[in-house]
C-alpha cells in the first residue's frame, strides 16, 4: 500500500541535542499524526495535526503540517535517554474512515 | 489520551490451533478499529477495518477466512487466527478512533503470536 516518505530512517545523537525528522507525501492530507513506539509495544500518539500550517507542541516535542499538506516534521528539543525508540509519522487524506498511511519510521538513539 | 487496550499481551500456540485476540476501547466508543501487523523493524501493516455491526474490510492479501475480525459493540473487536502457522508469528496491534475526534487515532499495546 501507499506509504509516506519518512527521514532520516536512524539518528544518531548525543544526550542534549535537538533531533528533527519528516515526513513527504505524494498527495494533500488533512491530517498528521506522529507516534512513538518502544520496543514490543504499541504506538504511542505524541502530536496531532489537523490543520494545513498548524505548529503544536506537546513538551520537548513540537511537530507541524506543512502548508503543502504534504509534509510535516517532528522536532525534539534537548533529547534525554528516554527518547530512544522509533518515530513513526501517518497522514490521512479525508476524514471518514480511511485508513492511516505510515512512514517506515525512524529510529532514534541518544547518547549519553 | 483515549486508552485502548488489547488481550492477551503475548500468546504462544501450536501450529494448527486457533488464536483470539481483544481489543477494547476503555474510556471511548470506537465505532472503527483498525488491526494492524508489524514485522521486526519494519513499520506497520494494515490488515483490515473492522467497523461495529458490519462486516470488516480487509486489506489485499489478506486472508478474511483466516483472520476473523468481529465488532459486535462500540468497544470490543477480536481478530481470530484460525489455523495458525509459524509464519503467522507477529506482533498484532489494534487501533481505534476516538468517536468524539475521529481523526485521532489511537493504538493497543500489541499481541505478540509466536506460532510453534
Known amino acids: ?112 | 489520551g483515549a486508552v485502548v487496550s488489547q488481550h492477551p499481551s503475548w500468546v504462544i500456540c501450536k501450529s494448527g490451533t486457533s488464536v483470539k485476540i481483544e481489543c477494547r476501547s476503555l474510556d471511548f466508543q470506537a465505532t472503527t478499529m483498525f488491526w494492524y501487523r508489524q514485522f521486526p523493524k519494519q513499520s506497520l501493516m494494515l490488515m483490515a477495518t473492522s467497523n461495529e455491526g458490519s462486516k470488516a474490510t480487509y486489506e489485499q492479501g489478506v486472508e478474511k477466512d483466516k483472520f476473523l475480525i468481529n465488532h459486535a459493540s462500540l468497544t470490543l473487536s477480536t481478530l481470530t487466527v484460525t489455523s495458525a502457522h509459524p509464519e503467522d508469528s507477529s506482533f498484532y496491534i489494534c487501533s481505534a478512533r476516538d468517536f468524539p475526534n475521529p481523526r485521532t487515532q489511537y493504538f493497543g499495546p500489541g499481541t505478540r503470536l509466536t506460532v510453534l
Request: neutral net charge; glycine residues 10%; charged residues 15%.
Open chain 1, 1 to 112: 500500500g501507499q506509504q509516506l516518505n519518512q527521514s532520516p530512517q536512524s539518528m544518531f545523537i548525543q544526550e542534549g541535542e535537538d533531533v528533527s525528522m519528516n515526513c513527504t507525501s505524494s498527495s494533500i492530507f488533512n491530517t498528521w499524526l506522529w507516534y512513538k513506539q518502544d520496543p514490543g509495544e504499541g504506538p504511542v500518539l505524541l502530536i496531532a495535526l489537523y490543520k494545513a500550517g498548524e505548529l503544536t507542541s506537546n513538551g520537548r516535542l513540537t511537530a507541524q503540517f506543512g502548508i503543502t499538506r504534504k509534509d510535516s516534521f517532528l522536532n525534539i528539543s534537548a533529547s534525554i535517554p528516554s527518547d530512544v525508540g522509533i518515530y513513526f509519522c501517518a497522514g490521512r487524506s479525508n476524514s471518514g474512515n480511511t485508513p492511516l498511511v505510515f512512514g517506515k519510521g525512524t529510529r532514534l538513539s541518544v547518547i549519553a
